[in-house]
């Protein structure tokens, strides 16, 4: 690497983009971290999102979407597996220093690939939840160096260990 | 037969509308009890109807849109699915709302954040779509709510942290260590 000495590196973030509301949250939460960092984007192929909607211009990697309600089991299983070979090409070419996300299920083989390289996590678990925990965030509770949530009840009730900062949406 | 989208500028008459909305997914079942209901509810109804195959005949209606101000603007009741980001975004804004699970969502999550609104009174939770007229009348006949009022996320300050400790190559166990079980209002 380029970079280091004394003051702060300039690091690079990997943010995956699921699907609408888990999407707009991390978002919101890019705008609000503004431009000190360079960041990446994980997007599906099929993303209808258009990148210029993205609050900080980063390098956009495309990637496979797994279908959770494929009729056979088998097939959802394959497309996690293609998800996780993308996964790992888009870490060799992005070499992120943190990955940044809110999930949902497309985020898992990724995260688990960067818990494999020693590649710092942060989880926010999605707006929605009040009361329960999403699978993904079950997942990432064990997996995530920060763990955050957005409503405090989830934090009272199911992720002590959680911090509560507020709502992203 | 209405394919032409409901324009956004047009005044209405001093009820507003009821607008009916979806997000970007699909949720037929919501368009369909709406648009049945549409002729007792003695109000124009709106419909933004997602990638759904149900297309209503009941009102305008439109497929997506960039915004849903304009439609919020003229809303006297807002129907919909039980997205977060609709929630919140109607209920800062005041309007009546009444909230119907799209059960083919993950794991139904929708039900969690309707039914932590519906139980502070803040919502009407329609559970039966064959009386979603019902549940449109009430929301009619309720006082305009109090706008609800959520603290600005602190979530970038956390997060902001943390990542400044790498960038810095301090030890992300101790800064992670710093946030861990902590409310920040």
Redesign the interface.
């Known amino acids: 690497m380029t970079d280091g000495g004394e003051s702060?590196?300039?690091?690079r973030?990997l943010i995956p983009l699921g699907e609408?509301?888990h999407s707009?949250e991390i978002l919101?939460?890019v705008s609000?971290?503004g431009d000190?960092?360079d960041y990446h984007y994980m997007m599906v192929r099929e993303d209808p999102m258009s990148t210029d909607r993205l609050p900080v211009k980063g390098r956009v990697h495309r990637c496979h979407r797994p279908h959770?309600k494929e009729r056979h089991q088998w097939k959802a299983l394959l497309g996690y597996g293609v998800l996780a070979l993308h996964s790992a090409g888009i870490l060799l070419r992005a070499r992120p220093?943190?990955l940044?996300h809110a999930g949902?299920?497309m985020t898992i083989p990724v995260s688990v690939l960067c818990k494999i390289f020693r590649i710092?996590i942060?989880f926010?678990e999605?707006?929605?939840?009040?009361?329960?925990a999403?699978?993904t965030g079950r997942f990432l509770y064990g997996l995530a160096?920060?763990f955050?949530v957005?409503w405090?009840?989830l934090?009272e009730e199911i992720f002590?260990?959680?911090?509560?900062?507020?709502?992203?949406? | 037969m209405p394919a032409t989208p409901a324009s956004s500028s047009e005044p209405r008459g001093e009820g507003g509308i009821v607008f009916v909305t979806v997000g970007t997914t699909d949720f037929d079942p919501l368009l369909r009890a709406a648009d049945e209901a549409a002729p007792r509810l003695g109000l124009p109804v709106e419909f933004q109807i997602g990638i759904g195959a149900y297309e209503p005949r009941g009102g305008a209606w439109v497929r997506h849109v960039p915004s849903l101000d304009p439609y919020y603007d003229r809303a006297a009741v807002v129907v919909a699915h039980g997205g977060a980001g609709t929630i919140l975004e109607v209920l800062r804004r005041g309007i009546p709302l009444v909230s119907a699970e799209n059960p083919d969502r993950p794991d139904r999550h929708q039900r969690d954040l309707i039914g932590h609104m519906a139980e502070r009174g803040r919502l009407i939770w329609c559970e039966d779509l064959s009386r979603l007229d019902d549940a449109v009348k009430r929301a009619l006949a309720m006082p305009r709510p109090e706008p609800l009022v959520t603290p600005p996320p602190r979530v970038h300050e956390v997060v902001g942290d943390f990542l400044g400790a790498i960038a810095r190559r301090e030890d992300r166990r101790a800064a992670a260590r710093r946030w861990r079980g902590k409310r920040l209002e």
């Not at chain 1, 702060?8 to 690091?11: C, F, K, T």
């Not at chain 1, 002590?160 to 949406?169: M, R």
């Open positions: 702060d590196r300039r690091i973030i609408g509301g707009k919101h939460l609000l971290l000190r960092y959770l220093h943190a940044v949902p299920a710092p942060v926010i999605t707006g929605s939840r009040v009361h329960t999403s699978r160096d920060l955050l957005q405090p009840e934090q002590p260990d959680a911090c509560y900062a507020g709502l992203l949406l």
